[in-house]
């Protein structure tokens, strides 16, 4: 009786931890992280809980967070984009050079004004992914390089456009309103996100164009026996990743309210990073875009957390430098423990 | 067998004979030449023979720099770090010597001790970058890009984000102003630097393991070579001339600079890659990291002397790159 009884309650125990173990193995580490961090930071670091701190770090994390779901994009077909942090620079240059451009021409209208930017910003951002995508998937010319040139040529025109002195006569409602607005007690910047990270999500579980990304990553040339047209997805994500930085760059820019060169250049290492932390893959297959989004607020809150515990910004650097590489080696040896990532 | 000894031959292309690898390897410095003609035409300064030995003295760090980013690259690697190394180097090894030289010690030592301090500062992230890429199986992208954060971090925290002045003079005089037979120091350093890789990844064991690691990794293993450690030597030597390269740097600018690797990353993985090392592993040498070097140095300095703007530049380098590695992908496809 008393036999039976614990036996139950070890299977019981060990069902539990079955169940456990395989969230843990669907999860990873991140979430159990993240929350673990929050409650720390919450309890012993002053401010850190604080409403005007938690809207703050929301609002720095869903920049990120967008350019890191176009990242990730791209990663999980195999490739790299350095070119992420120039085209947030060109957009926000270009989308501020039409506005300030138009403001006399078009002063009874600044609804057009703005669209006019916007529209500006997101088709230079398409043609630097579009380039980007052709030049891999139809030219077979290395990502890295590819984007490293468009890195390089992106920034270049951004800064030949304004000479780095910021650009400034964007309309009044387009910063107040949307840039440094506050939705429902919510920078708008957070409902961009949310809607980017719900739409990747809707594309990468629901969609053919998702299976096809992550068969491409998985095993390219078992996609093209497939019938899959590899190129036609390949360009798609390249292009993908260039407009949600584009998009990134007009949010930076209006929260702002300057078009300039000099911004987003950290977003690029930040946006592999962050998705790198997420369990993206880099050898292309593997990626999830919840996972992203929480691979992203877990960077801004160390950051904000180190920020208002007054740490040197340059030791905040080393020690996110030991942080990435210890949460890869972590997962790459959970990877090995359930018989994942072999090589 | 026939096939292992094949993959260990260092310039072997991926379907070529040997003569088509020559070619290719003549196109570039032929271009070299045609984009020098064509600066002449604009601004014959560009040929005079004060401006050549210039470019050469010029091109001698990042030839070194694109060396030692070659040899990373032929294991299916790059190193992110590099640049951030060398302004850690750079700044490291001038504090030291600054220190020991105001407190009245001999100049010979205080050099001698910067040296070192440097050296050793490579050898640490070399070790670093090695040991998580190689025994840890962390991604050379992620493992590289987290020791940039840590070389970058130290560069700025012990110098305070500000350059490092009085740095004795010997330094100068021994890595950067001083003649040899009449041919400039850094000539002759980089030259030897480049014989002695010539030597080690041609004729040495070590060597050849890292072209069939670069081409085969699993064949590296079965094959019973001690891939693991020699991977961590590939990045060792890697970080190891990326200090040395930012100690001749400190010699030229007299100064520790904290922002002295600034775009050394990039131009380095695009030199190796322009002359030839494929990002895929297992093809690249020597040869290629010079003329590389080279040519981005020969491009910067003819858009110089006819005073383009340095945003101009950066756009032509751009192209430069993607054009580079388009045609050598061409190339690579017919042959």
Redo the contacts between chains.
Sequence with gaps: MIEAATHAGQRRRSAAVERLYRLYDAAGVLPLLLCVLILVFALFVPHFASVENILNVLRSSSFLMIVSCGQMLVLIVGGFDLSVGSVVALASVISAIVMAGLKVPLAGDPALITLLGVLGGLGCGMAVGLLNGLCVAWLKISPFMVTLGTMSIAGGVAFVLTDGIPVYGMPVTYVNGFGRGLWLDLPAAVYLAIAVVAAIWVVQNLTRMGRYIFAIGGNLDAAVVSGVRTRVYLTASYTLSALLAALTGLALTAEIGSGQASMGAQLTLESIAAAVIAGVSLRGGVGRVEMVALGSIFLLILTNAMDLLNVDSRLQTIFLGVILVLAVAAEEARGRKWGRGQR | MASAEASLRPTRRASGGAASAWLRLAALPVLVVLMEVGFWTMQPDVLSARNLINVLQQSTYLIIFAAAQMVVILTRG?DLSLGATVSAVSVASALVMTSLASGGGSAAIAVAAGIAAGLGLGLLIGLFNGI?VSW????P???T??????A???A??ISG?NPVFNVPNALSTLLYSGKVLTIPVPLILAGTICLALYFVLGHTVFGRSLYLIGNN??AARLAGLPSARYLVLAYVICSLLAAFGALMLTAWTGSGEPNLGGSLM?ES??AA?IGGVS??GGIGGVIQAIVGGLFITMLANGMDLLEI?G?????T??????AA??FD?LWT?RT
């Design positions: 790059f998580f840890l199986n962390v991604n992208f992620v493992a890009l987290g020791s940039l954060n840590i970058l971090g130290i700025t925290t984000g990794p699993r990039l993985i695009a890659v990002l895929r703007s945003y101009i530049q950066q756009i380098l751009g192209f430069v790159i993607i590695v388009f992908r496809a």
